[in-house]
């Protein structure tokens, strides 16, 4: 079907830098109509960062084995052991790969009154745990863009994700990183890490200030409206 659509279209619209070279990588024979725009934002500025955190961990779109929150609850597992007072919140829709893996290992390793599985909460929600967790954590194994990575940015979170090429270039290299996504050793070193970094809030700012220009919607709009008309 790509390959089929590819022929087909004068441009291509790789939404990273990481994604075009996947496309070039696979099909070469359109490299040359590939061009990169990021996904555009919208986002809402009247809403400020939280100065003070709460001890919490939070992590979205826990939904798909991809997304790799085995290893993160394995990291906090580590973790918890010197943090008592912290709690980790995996938010997002208790699909059958969250209860028949997750929550069993959750349950077995005496995890349950620290793992948190809130199911869906509505936007509004999900926004003030955000604005007001210590740290947001993304292992995914593969991303095209990771919008959630920018979004916690935006939000003032302080973020940890794997080392994914394209994590490191959406989020301008301005969080933290661990080596191989399933390393969970590597992510509570870097837990521990991030913990101990305890940002400013001017550096939080400074950072959401770098991505809202980046993906200010009316930018990337522009951006579409050129290459288009560009013919």
């Given at each position: ?21 996947e ?10 109509k590939?061009?990169r725009?990021?996904?555009p ?12 955190k ?33 709690k ?8 059958d790969?969250v209860?028949?893996?997750?929550v ?16 869906f ?7 003030q745990k ?5 740290v ?13 990575a ?13 080392s994914l ?8 290299n301005?969080?933290?990183?661990y080596?191989?996504a399933t ?29 809202l ?9 522009k ?5 288009i008309?560009?013919?």
């Amino acid at each position: 079907f790509y390959r089929n659509d590819f022929r087909k279209v004068s441009k291509i619209i790789a939404i990273s830098d990481y994604d075009k070279s996947e496309i070039s990588e696979f099909f070469p024979k359109f490299s040359d109509k590939i061009h990169r725009i990021y996904d555009p934002i919208r986002f809402d500025t009247s809403k400020t960062i939280c100065a003070t955190k709460d001890k919490s961990i939070i992590a979205t779109n826990i939904q798909y084995e991809h997304k790799n929150i085995i290893t993160l609850i394995k990291a906090f597992e580590i973790f918890a052991a010197n943090h008592d007072d912290y709690k980790l919140y995996l938010i997002g829709r208790k699909s059958d790969y969250v209860n028949n893996k997750l929550v069993p290992y959750v349950n077995e390793h005496g995890l349950s009154e620290k793992v948190v599985f809130t199911g869906f909460i509505s936007r509004e929600e999900l926004e003030q745990k955000w604005r007001n967790a210590a740290v947001y954590v993304n292992p995914s194994k593969y991303e095209g863009f990771g919008m959630t990575a920018v979004e916690s940015v935006l939000m003032g979170a302080p973020t940890v994700l794997a080392s994914l090429p394209v994590n490191i270039e959406v989020t301008e290299n301005m969080c933290n990183y661990y080596g191989d996504a399933t390393d969970y050793k590597s992510l509570a070193n870097c837990l521990e890490a991030t913990i101990s970094e305890s940002l400013s809030f001017d550096e939080l700012q400074r950072r959401r200030d770098v991505l809202l220009e980046k993906y200010l919607y009316l930018n990337i709009g522009k951006k579409y409206w050129d290459t288009i008309t560009n013919m």
